[in-house]
């Protein structure tokens, strides 16, 4: 599966582009009075501008599975991590064969920068705003998780990442190269402790060869 775009919202696109410029790296790929588009890997990331006062979402970005380090190095210069636990910045997540960090963008997104050894896709040299691979989740917020994936199971065929056992809290659908990771209104995004609220979140998948565009008030 893979992101292709997604469309956000954000309270300023002067401050968004300058966050991107400065800590990711990336500069529009299009710019106009209402919107800006960042290209990052094969997918595109579309802010618009809103009036609604902070909306905020997770999004993660894949990274060469040997560059965890290399990556933590280049963002640590620019921005705080957020803390996982005592003195700790990385985690481990062995389950799903990971490790990854996290920081906010200007908006208070909380953005992952995660290496999936799984894909096998490492790359050599020095790290930098070309090494991010793609767009590889993206938070959506439900009040009824188990309905909600169901209903991207059975529609549109999408899998449960890993075979994952959904639950009522929280649910994650793909494969690691994208996932959509599907949350019940008001749990924490992990590692804060901010509550989920739904913002309105436009999503491009292209999974076994057919495009799906999920658009989301």
């Not at 954000?10 to 300058?18: F, G, K, M, Q, R």
């Not at 905020?56 to 210069?77: E, K, S």
Request: hydrophobic fraction near 45%; proline fraction near 4%.
């Amino acid at each position: 599966m893979k992101i292709i775009e997604i469309h956000l919202l954000t309270h300023s696109l002067a401050e968004t582009e300058n966050f991107y410029r400065r800590v990711l790296e990336v500069v529009p790929e299009v710019k106009t009075a209402t919107e800006r588009v960042f290209l990052l890997g094969h997918s595109r990331l579309i802010f618009t501008e809103t009036t609604v006062e902070s909306p905020r979402y997770h999004l993660a970005f894949n990274i060469p599975c040997n560059q965890i380090d290399l990556a933590r190095t280049w963002i640590d210069l620019k921005v705080d991590l957020l803390p996982v636990g005592p003195g700790e910045v990385l985690t481990d997540f062995k389950n799903w064969h990971a490790r990854s960090f996290y920081f906010y963008d200007n908006n208070r997104n909380i953005l992952e920068l995660i290496a999936r050894f799984d894909l096998q896709n490492e790359q050599m040299g020095v790290f930098g705003a070309g090494s991010i691979l793609s767009i590889s989740e993206v938070g959506i917020v439900t009040d009824d998780v188990l309905a909600f994936t169901s209903m991207l199971a059975q529609t549109h065929g999408i899998p449960y990442f890993r075979d994952f056992a959904p639950t009522e809290e929280f649910t994650a659908m793909g494969d690691d190269n994208a996932l959509l990771v599907v949350v019940k209104k008001h749990r924490n995004w992990y590692p804060t402790a901010i509550a989920a609220v739904a913002n309105p979140v436009k999503i491009i998948l292209e999974h076994q060869g057919k495009t799906s565009v999920f658009d989301f008030d």
